[in-house]
């Protein structure tokens, strides 16, 4: 698996850290040992994508 990164742009107590792979790994910073979020790499990268997007979608309606 991949390194675990955390954004520039975090505040040192809203962070969450990504690690990249096959599988991406999403885990909150204040609670490392309490599990992670595992999707597909390519997920992540799609829900990026429409959450930068200049009109992301209205995930409501999904």
Known sequence: ???WRTSRYSGKD???E???GP????RDTK???GGTLEISTRSW???LTSLCSPSPPDLRKL
């Open 18 to 20: 990504v690690a990249l």
């Open 45 to 47: 990268v799609s829900l």
């Open 23 to 26: 599988v991406s790994r999403i």
């Open 1 to 3: 698996m991949g390194e």
């Open 31 to 33: 609670d490392r040992a």
């Open 14 to 16: 809203n962070c969450v």
